[in-house]
Protein backbone atom coordinates (compact mmCIF):
# COMPACT_ATOMS: atom_id res chain seq x y z
CA UNK A 1 0.00 0.00 0.00
CA UNK A 2 2.93 2.38 0.90
CA UNK A 3 5.85 3.12 -1.25
CA UNK A 4 8.49 3.90 1.63
CA UNK A 5 6.82 2.37 4.68
CA UNK A 6 5.52 -1.23 5.90
CA UNK A 7 2.26 -1.26 8.12
CA UNK A 8 1.43 -4.10 9.53
CA UNK A 9 -1.26 -4.51 12.50
CA UNK A 10 -0.79 -8.16 14.91
CA UNK A 11 -3.85 -9.50 15.98
CA UNK A 12 -3.76 -7.71 19.61
CA UNK A 13 -4.21 -3.89 17.41
CA UNK A 14 -0.54 -3.44 17.48
CA UNK A 15 0.21 -1.46 14.73
CA UNK A 16 3.62 -1.75 13.30
CA UNK A 17 5.24 1.68 11.23
CA UNK A 18 8.29 0.91 9.82
CA UNK A 19 10.33 3.28 7.47
CA UNK A 20 11.65 1.08 4.87
CA UNK A 21 14.38 2.89 2.60
CA UNK A 22 16.76 1.16 4.49
CA UNK A 23 19.32 1.91 1.43
CA UNK A 24 19.25 5.65 1.70
CA UNK A 25 19.27 5.46 5.97
CA UNK A 26 15.45 6.25 5.61
CA UNK A 27 16.30 9.34 5.00
CA UNK A 28 13.04 11.28 4.30
CA UNK A 29 11.28 11.83 1.06
CA UNK A 30 8.10 13.33 -0.27
CA UNK A 31 7.20 10.36 -1.42
CA UNK A 32 7.76 9.25 2.52
CA UNK A 33 6.27 12.25 3.67
CA UNK A 34 3.39 11.25 2.42
CA UNK A 35 3.33 8.11 3.02
CA UNK A 36 3.38 8.75 6.90
CA UNK A 37 0.72 11.52 7.03
CA UNK A 38 -1.29 8.61 5.52
CA UNK A 39 -0.43 6.52 7.17
CA UNK A 40 -1.13 8.34 10.28
CA UNK A 41 -4.60 9.56 9.34
CA UNK A 42 -5.26 5.87 8.19
CA UNK A 43 -4.22 4.54 11.58
CA UNK A 44 -6.03 6.96 13.82
CA UNK A 45 -9.23 5.99 11.99
CA UNK A 46 -8.82 2.16 12.52
CA UNK A 47 -10.87 1.65 15.32
CA UNK A 48 -8.79 -2.20 15.65
CA UNK A 49 -5.51 -0.26 16.45
CA UNK A 50 -4.56 0.32 20.13
CA UNK A 51 -1.14 1.55 19.60
CA UNK A 52 1.61 2.39 16.79
CA UNK A 53 4.95 1.68 16.93
CA UNK A 54 6.93 3.30 14.92
CA UNK A 55 10.83 2.50 13.67
CA UNK A 56 12.92 2.13 10.91
CA UNK A 57 14.55 -0.88 8.43
CA UNK A 58 18.07 -1.20 7.93
CA UNK A 59 21.15 0.58 10.27
CA UNK A 60 19.34 3.90 10.89
CA UNK A 61 16.05 4.84 12.61
CA UNK A 62 15.74 8.32 10.12
CA UNK A 63 18.66 10.34 8.67
CA UNK A 64 16.61 13.23 8.21
CA UNK A 65 15.47 14.79 4.52
CA UNK A 66 16.30 13.02 1.97
CA UNK A 67 19.01 15.66 0.43
CA UNK A 68 17.77 14.58 -3.34
CA UNK A 69 15.00 16.60 -2.40
CA UNK A 70 16.39 19.40 -0.48
CA UNK A 71 18.62 19.88 -3.50
CA UNK A 72 15.23 20.07 -6.18
CA UNK A 73 13.97 22.75 -3.69
CA UNK A 74 16.94 25.29 -4.74
CA UNK A 75 15.51 25.26 -8.61
CA UNK A 76 11.68 25.26 -7.53
CA UNK A 77 9.72 28.59 -7.56
CA UNK A 78 8.20 29.80 -4.45
CA UNK A 79 4.85 28.45 -5.22
CA UNK A 80 6.78 24.69 -4.68
CA UNK A 81 8.94 25.00 -2.05
CA UNK A 82 5.49 26.45 -0.45
CA UNK A 83 4.22 22.97 -1.36
CA UNK A 84 7.23 21.11 0.13
CA UNK A 85 7.14 23.11 3.16
CA UNK A 86 3.61 21.99 3.99
CA UNK A 87 4.43 18.74 2.91
CA UNK A 88 6.33 18.42 6.08
CA UNK A 89 4.29 20.24 8.06
CA UNK A 90 1.34 18.37 7.63
CA UNK A 91 3.13 14.84 7.91
CA UNK A 92 4.48 15.98 11.48
CA UNK A 93 1.30 17.59 12.35
CA UNK A 94 -0.77 13.96 11.48
CA UNK A 95 1.57 11.68 13.46
CA UNK A 96 1.69 14.06 16.42
CA UNK A 97 -2.59 14.28 16.15
CA UNK A 98 -2.63 10.97 15.89
CA UNK A 99 -5.06 9.68 18.80
CA UNK A 100 -2.97 6.14 19.00
CA UNK A 101 -0.36 6.27 21.20
CA UNK A 102 2.70 6.24 19.07
CA UNK A 103 6.21 4.76 19.85
CA UNK A 104 9.02 5.90 18.53
CA UNK A 105 11.84 2.62 18.49
CA UNK A 106 15.20 4.37 17.96
CA UNK A 107 18.39 2.78 16.56
CA UNK A 108 21.27 4.02 14.55
CA UNK A 109 20.96 7.68 13.15
CA UNK A 110 17.65 10.44 14.23
CA UNK A 111 19.15 13.03 13.08
CA UNK A 112 17.09 15.87 11.67
CA UNK A 113 13.83 15.54 10.64
CA UNK A 114 14.38 12.22 12.11
CA UNK A 115 14.38 13.72 15.14
CA UNK A 116 11.55 15.62 14.75
CA UNK A 117 9.71 12.41 13.96
CA UNK A 118 11.35 11.34 17.77
CA UNK A 119 9.55 14.62 19.07
CA UNK A 120 6.19 13.76 17.97
CA UNK A 121 6.13 10.61 19.31
CA UNK A 122 4.29 9.79 22.59
CA UNK A 123 7.46 7.67 24.33
CA UNK A 124 10.77 7.35 22.74
CA UNK A 125 12.84 4.08 23.30
CA UNK A 126 16.45 4.46 22.15
CA UNK A 127 19.50 1.99 21.47
CA UNK A 128 22.38 3.06 24.24
CA UNK A 129 24.20 3.74 20.28
CA UNK A 130 21.96 6.05 18.69
CA UNK A 131 23.05 9.00 17.11
CA UNK A 132 20.54 12.54 17.68
CA UNK A 133 21.51 15.71 16.18
CA UNK A 134 19.93 18.67 14.22
CA UNK A 135 22.11 18.51 11.47
CA UNK A 136 20.79 21.46 9.09
CA UNK A 137 23.12 24.66 9.62
CA UNK A 138 25.81 22.85 9.03
CA UNK A 139 24.49 22.92 5.07
CA UNK A 140 22.99 25.83 5.35
CA UNK A 141 19.46 25.60 6.17
CA UNK A 142 17.64 25.44 9.63
CA UNK A 143 15.44 23.01 11.77
CA UNK A 144 12.69 25.13 10.82
CA UNK A 145 9.14 22.81 10.22
CA UNK A 146 10.07 20.54 12.68
CA UNK A 147 11.40 23.23 15.01
CA UNK A 148 8.01 23.98 17.07
CA UNK A 149 7.73 20.25 17.64
CA UNK A 150 11.56 19.66 18.90
CA UNK A 151 10.97 23.48 21.16
CA UNK A 152 7.65 21.70 22.75
CA UNK A 153 9.40 18.76 23.76
CA UNK A 154 12.49 20.05 24.87
CA UNK A 155 11.48 23.19 26.31
CA UNK A 156 13.36 26.23 25.23
CA UNK A 157 16.07 26.18 27.03
CA UNK A 158 17.31 22.53 26.26
CA UNK A 159 16.39 23.27 22.82
CA UNK A 160 19.24 26.06 22.25
CA UNK A 161 21.92 23.79 23.62
CA UNK A 162 21.51 21.64 20.01
CA UNK A 163 19.04 23.70 17.80
CA UNK A 164 22.08 25.78 16.14
CA UNK A 165 25.23 24.23 16.71
CA UNK A 166 24.43 20.83 14.13
CA UNK A 167 26.58 18.99 16.94
CA UNK A 168 25.54 15.19 17.20
CA UNK A 169 24.93 13.85 20.53
CA UNK A 170 24.24 10.60 22.09
CA UNK A 171 20.99 8.64 23.88
CA UNK A 172 22.06 10.01 27.13
CA UNK A 173 22.10 13.51 26.28
CA UNK A 174 18.79 13.00 23.92
CA UNK A 175 17.28 11.76 27.40
CA UNK A 176 18.55 14.48 29.38
CA UNK A 177 17.14 17.02 26.80
CA UNK A 178 13.79 15.28 27.62
CA UNK A 179 13.44 13.60 24.05
CA UNK A 180 14.26 9.87 24.97
CA UNK A 181 12.52 8.45 27.63
CA UNK A 182 14.38 5.11 28.37
CA UNK A 183 17.42 3.64 26.97
CA UNK A 184 18.74 -0.07 26.77
CA UNK A 185 20.70 -2.04 24.69
CA UNK A 186 20.31 -2.90 21.22
CA UNK A 187 19.30 -6.37 21.58
CA UNK A 188 16.89 -5.36 23.86
CA UNK A 189 15.14 -2.34 22.18
CA UNK A 190 12.40 -4.33 20.91
CA UNK A 191 11.79 -6.30 24.19
CA UNK A 192 11.38 -2.99 26.16
CA UNK A 193 9.00 -1.37 23.77
CA UNK A 194 6.45 -4.42 24.01
CA UNK A 195 6.38 -3.88 27.79
CA UNK A 196 5.30 -0.04 27.13
CA UNK A 197 2.78 -1.76 24.49
CA UNK A 198 1.13 -4.33 26.91
CA UNK A 199 1.03 -1.16 29.20
CA UNK A 200 -1.38 0.38 26.55
CA UNK A 201 -3.05 -3.02 25.93
CA UNK A 202 -4.80 -3.41 29.61
CA UNK A 203 -5.92 0.08 29.08
CA UNK A 204 -9.59 1.53 27.60
CA UNK A 205 -8.60 2.61 23.90
CA UNK A 206 -11.23 5.77 24.12
CA UNK A 207 -9.98 6.55 27.66
CA UNK A 208 -6.17 6.30 26.02
CA UNK A 209 -7.52 8.68 23.19
CA UNK A 210 -9.11 11.38 25.29
CA UNK A 211 -6.57 11.93 27.38
CA UNK A 212 -4.01 12.06 24.74
CA UNK A 213 -6.35 14.89 23.50
CA UNK A 214 -6.25 16.46 26.50
CA UNK A 215 -2.45 16.47 26.79
CA UNK A 216 -2.16 18.20 23.62
CA UNK A 217 -5.09 20.47 24.28
CA UNK A 218 -3.82 21.52 27.46
CA UNK A 219 -0.20 22.32 25.43
CA UNK A 220 1.56 19.74 23.78
CA UNK A 221 1.13 20.62 20.71
CA UNK A 222 2.69 23.58 18.21
CA UNK A 223 -0.59 26.13 17.77
CA UNK A 224 -1.14 27.11 13.82
CA UNK A 225 0.96 30.42 14.29
CA UNK A 226 3.62 28.37 15.47
CA UNK A 227 3.98 26.52 12.49
CA UNK A 228 3.21 28.86 10.01
CA UNK A 229 5.97 30.81 11.44
CA UNK A 230 8.22 28.03 11.09
CA UNK A 231 7.41 27.74 7.42
CA UNK A 232 7.56 31.33 6.75
CA UNK A 233 11.18 31.14 8.21
CA UNK A 234 11.94 27.76 5.88
CA UNK A 235 10.82 30.08 2.74
CA UNK A 236 13.17 32.93 3.63
CA UNK A 237 16.03 30.23 4.66
CA UNK A 238 15.71 28.85 0.51
CA UNK A 239 16.20 32.15 -0.64
CA UNK A 240 20.02 32.55 1.35
CA UNK A 241 22.55 32.13 -1.01
CA UNK A 242 24.18 30.45 2.13
CA UNK A 243 21.29 27.32 1.87
CA UNK A 244 22.80 26.82 -2.02
CA UNK A 245 26.27 27.21 -1.28
CA UNK A 246 25.85 24.41 1.86
CA UNK A 247 24.00 21.88 -0.49
CA UNK A 248 26.44 22.48 -3.56
CA UNK A 249 29.61 21.72 -1.24
CA UNK A 250 28.02 18.34 0.72
CA UNK A 251 27.19 17.23 -2.96
CA UNK A 252 30.49 18.52 -4.00
CA UNK A 253 32.16 16.37 -0.85
CA UNK A 254 33.82 20.01 0.15
CA UNK A 255 34.39 22.14 2.72
CA UNK A 256 31.31 24.55 2.17
CA UNK A 257 32.61 28.08 2.42
CA UNK A 258 32.24 28.94 6.25
CA UNK A 259 33.48 26.04 7.45
Request: net charge negative.
Amino acid sequence: MFETLILATDPRGVATLTLNRPNKHNAMSAQMMDDLAHAARQLDRDKAVRVVVMKGAGRSFCAGGDLGWMRDQMGADTDARVTEAHRIADMLGALNAMSKPLIAQVHGNAVGGGLGLCCVADKVFAADTSVFGLTETKLGLMPATIGPYVVARMGGGHARSVFMSSRLFDAAEAQRLGVVAKITTAQDLAAEVEVEVQAYLKCAPDAVAESKEMVLDLGGAPDKAAIDASIAALLKRWDNPETAQGIAAFFDKKPPPWA
